[in-house]
């Protein structure tokens, strides 16, 4: 069973910065298309970073420039550096696998708790 475990976010003030990390059992983050994703409160779930298979990356207009995606293999975590938060940054961020390329998670593995990001101004 494949499970992902969201860690780092926190209560942070406008212009900080966090590392979020993702745990993956069951499934290894190496050689795979994943992505982080957002949910602010009240709006749906969207795509805020992704990397391919070969590790090169894509981001969103709100997000690239501040948004580090990155993966350590020896450890079977994806990351997420965000620089310069500010409160539209505030939501739940989750790791899925993606259609390369895309923000399509992989319907066949389940989303996990995500961690918390709130941003104050």
């Known amino acids: 069973q494949v499970t992902f475990v969201e860690s780092g976010g926190g209560s942070v003030q406008a212009g900080g910065s966090l590392r979020l990390s993702c745990a993956a059992s069951?499934?290894?983050?190496?050689?795979?298309?994943m992505a982080w994703f957002r949910q602010a409160p009240g709006k749906a779930r969207e795509g805020a970073a992704g990397i391919f298979e070969d590790d090169s990356v894509y981001y969103t207009t709100s997000t690239r420039g501040r948004f580090r995606i990155s993966r350590d293999n020896a450890a079977n975590t994806l990351n997420l550096v965000i620089d310069s938060l500010n409160p539209g940054d505030t939501g739940v961020y989750h790791c899925?696998?993606?259609?390369?390329?895309?923000?399509?998670?992989?319907?066949?593995?389940?989303w996990g708790q995500g961690t918390q990001v709130a941003v104050s101004s």
């Open positions: 899925m696998e993606v259609r390369c390329g895309t923000w399509i998670p992989d319907r066949r593995v389940s």
């Open positions: 069951g499934y290894t983050v190496s050689g795979k298309c």
